[in-house]
T-cell receptor
Framework: ETGVTQSPTHLIKTRGQQVTLRCSSQ?????VSWYQQALGQGPQFIFQ???????GRGNFPPRFSGLQFPNYSSELNVNALELDDSALYLC?????????????FGEGSRLTVL | QKEVEQDPGPLSVPEGAIVSLNCTYS??????FMWYRQYSRKGPELLMY????GNKEDGRFTAQVDKSSKYISLFIRDSQPSDSATYLC?????????FGTGTSLTVIP
């Protein structure tokens, strides 16, 4: 069974640039969610995708957008980067059923905005 | 008020000690309760998952949920240096998971 994989692991951008982060979900999982984890903080929910549709969004501005593909992999796009966007971006996959609540995380993509 | 409150620590204990980690929450609609362990510069790893009030045991770990008090706990028995990590509580409300800030634990050999 393949776990959640994310790329790139580290990247550095400058203010105003755009970034795309990628995630492959765990085998058999049809739901992907993205979280932002600032240093010393817990993960904050950005949004969730189920069967290629966004079906939940946290308190993040529209410059944070995403996609889910037919194979359930996903992308997180952030436009007009700001210094405060520097964080660990975590992708998590799950089975979107009513009987389970587990999230399985990847190792994260560490973004630094200068 | 934050949805989930967790004491960030840091917590330092000697090897073999019993560790108690706690979170409180404000939303009575939360139904699923989880504990994650996160090593430095890694993604969180699911440790324990419970649905209802009561206790759930898995090896040296016991998760406890008290919905009436909106309070959850994780107990670690016979703590080991390899348990040194940040422990995050999490709760599910709808499609969203709400995390605590994490408690940093160091187990000293």
């Amino acid at each position: 069974e393949t776990g959640v994989t994310q790329s790139p692991t580290h990247l550095i951008k400058t203010r105003g640039q755009q970034v795309t982060l990628r995630c492959s979900s765990q085998s058999g999982h049809n739901t992907v969610s993205w979280y932002q984890q600032a240093l010393g903080q817990g993960p904050q929910f950005i949004f969730q995708y189920y069967r290629e549709e966004e079906n939940g969004r946290g308190n993040f501005p529209p410059r944070f957008s995403g996609l889910q593909f037919p194979n359930y992999s996903s992308e997180l796009n952030v436009n007009a980067l700001e210094l405060d966007d520097s964080a660990l971006y975590l992708c998590a996959s799950s089975l979107n059923t009513a009987n389970t609540g587990e999230l399985f995380f990847g190792e994260g993509s560490r973004l630094t905005v200068l | 008020q934050k949805e989930v409150e967790q004491d960030p620590g840091p917590l330092s204990v000697p090897e073999g000690a019993i560790v108690s980690l706690n979170c409180t929450y404000s939303n009575s609609a939360f139904q699923y309760f989880m504990w994650y362990r996160q090593y430095s510069r890694k993604g969180p790893e699911l440790l324990m998952y419970t649905y209802s009030s009561g206790n759930k045991e898995d090896g040296r770990f016991t998760a406890q949920v008290d919905k009436s008090s909106k309070y959850i706990s994780l107990f670690i028995r016979d703590s080991q240096p390899s348990d040194s990590a940040t422990y995050l509580c999490a709760m599910r409300g709808g499609n969203q998971f709400y995390f605590g800030t994490g408690t940093s634990l160091t187990v000293i050999p």
